[in-house]
């Protein structure tokens, strides 16, 4: 953020009460998320950094849901609108919430994009003007879906009709409205009360505050965009995809600019809340997704996901990896199709393999589990070596049950652990030991094996062809 913002004068209303019929689907419209927040978030998000007066959000359908959702907010009240009769009815709702400001900025819930800075600069344009309404518009290759604006012969804005509504000239206007505005507050309910619904919608159009303010003598004034992205309105899946793709362009690109290697950046998903450390390399088809947090100097490896994972610095994770929900220590070497499960805790310079999984266990400084091993429900100490195909028994069928493993204990391979058990410091346990008592720390541990049968003039029956 260049500066800081701050409108104490400044209401902010977000409209957010719409079903979203073009979405298709159960969950309403601004929950639905784009590269891993939900739309509503995204914009909250955008107009907080303002440091309005107060932010109104206006829900109306599943609004226990959205509520639920965002949870307790700074500043932030709700309103509801019982029957969504149109956008200009969705802010006239907010009229008993609104006072003592100079300007009403009305954003709607679902236009993801939409960057603070702009807001900063259409409050300021709309105060320097001395507009009663200004409106943010932007020229579109493709105004679909959109209000068109209707502009005068001097080049003021005259109307914004919306789609349905348009002759076939004004369908082809490619200046469109992006829903947002700011409105002086002394004028805004006095012209919201006259709109009325006659239109293809039988709805309270926001958009006819314009030629109503005029008539009253109000000045109209707009500002237009440059980045016409940033009002994408997001009204069905299609255009889902498409805000995903433009922030997913955007995010990438400040990551760059931070000083993070991105390879093939049209094949990496890199969500909303991830944070990555300088001269990190994320390969070819990676996914950080969540809360994900990966530190300075790592290499993420070739369609590698990590979901809410903690990567410190340096730490190397070969292709095809899947951390969910856990920690890597600092230089530790993952992978390749290594699964880190909820709870793996990984301390510095730990090696985890191919085909190796560990849940809710926590691995010492420079242990390794470098193949075909299950560590679940455990603690391992420092400098182990787990032998492939290694697996803590960790369930019994009704319960899970652990296993403690000391520092510097060589496990060989395919050992089996049925837990509850623990083992001791510097313990070697044999290839192939089922482990079903504790062994104490030291000496060897070996499960009493089958006797190797030897039979050295043996033929090897030969096939008949
Ligand atoms: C709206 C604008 C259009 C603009 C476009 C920009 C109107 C009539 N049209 O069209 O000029 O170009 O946004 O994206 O304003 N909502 C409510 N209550 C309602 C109706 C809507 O809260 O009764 C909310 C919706 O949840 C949504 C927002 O208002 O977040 C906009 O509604 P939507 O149905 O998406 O309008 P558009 O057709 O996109
Ligand atoms: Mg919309």
């Not at 509503?40 to 309005?52: G, I, R, S």
């Not at 009360?193 to 009253?216: C, F, K, T, W």
């Amino acid at each position: 953020m260049p500066h800081t913002m701050n409108y104490p004068n400044l209401q902010i209303c977000v409209l957010a009460a719409g079903k979203g019929k073009r979405m298709r689907s159960q969950l309403p419209k601004v929950l639905h998320q784009v590269l891993g927040k939900a739309m509503l978030d995204h914009v909250l998000h955008t107009v907080e950094e303002l440091h309005p007066k107060g932010i109104a959000v206006v829900t109306g359908h599943a609004s226990e849901r959205v509520i639920e959702h965002v949870g307790p907010l700074k500043n932030l009240e709700w309103v509801h609108q019982d029957q969504q009769l149109g956008t200009a009815h969705a802010v006239k709702q907010c009229e008993s919430v609104i006072r003592d400001v100079q300007d009403v900025l009305i954003v709607c819930g679902d236009t993801p994009l939409l960057r603070s800075t702009t807001l900063d600069q259409l409050v300021k344009q709309h105060r320097q003007s001395n507009a009663d309404i200004t409106v943010l518009t932007a020229k579109v290759s493709n105004p679909k879906g959109y209000g068109r604006i209707v502009r005068d012969e001097h080049g003021g804005v005259k109307s914004i009709v919306e789609e349905r509504d348009t002759t076939p000239e004004q369908a082809l206007l490619n200046e469109v409205s992006s829903g947002i505005y700011c409105v002086r507050f002394e004028v805004l309910f006095n012209i919201l009360h006259q709109i009325e619904n006659h239109n293809a919608q039988s709805e309270y159009y926001l958009p006819d505050m314009v030629p109503i303010g005029l008539r009253q003598g109000a000045t109209v004034s707009s500002l237009l965009l440059g980045d016409v992205d940033e009002m994408m309105g997001v009204n069905d899946r299609s255009q889902l995809a498409l805000a995903e793709e433009g922030l997913q362009q955007r995010i990438i690109h400040e990551w760059q600019e931070q000083g993070v290697t991105i390879e093939q950046p049209h094949t990496v998903r890199i969500e909303a809340s991830v944070s990555i450390g300088v001269d990190s390399r994320i390969c070819a088809g990676a996914q950080l997704l969540g809360s994900t947090h990966i530190g300075d100097g790592c290499v993420i490896g070739a369609y590698t996901v990590i979901q809410n994972g903690w990567i410190d610095d340096e730490v190397n994770i070969l292709p095809f990896s899947h951390i969910d929900r856990a920690n890597v220590g600092a230089k530790a070497y993952i992978g390749p199709f290594a699964r880190l499960r909820p709870d793996a805790k990984l301390d510095e310079h730990v090696h985890i393999g191919n085909f190796v999984e560990v849940k809710n266990a926590v691995i010492g400084r420079g242990s390794k589990v470098n193949h075909l091993s299950y560590i679940g429900d455990s603690e391992v100490g420092q400098d182990c070596n787990i032998g492939a195909g290694s697996i803590t028994c960790n369930y019994d069928g009704a319960n899970k049950h652990k296993t403690v493993i000391g520092d510097r204990v060589f496990v060989g391979s395919s050992t089996k652990f049925i837990a509850p058990v623990s083992v001791g410091d510097d313990a070697t346990i044999g290839a192939d030991s089922v482990v079903t008592q504790t062994v104490n720390a030291g000496g060897l541990t070996l499960s009493k094996r089958g006797e190797m049968q030897y039979s050295p003039n043996w033929k090897r029956p030969v096939k008949d062809l």
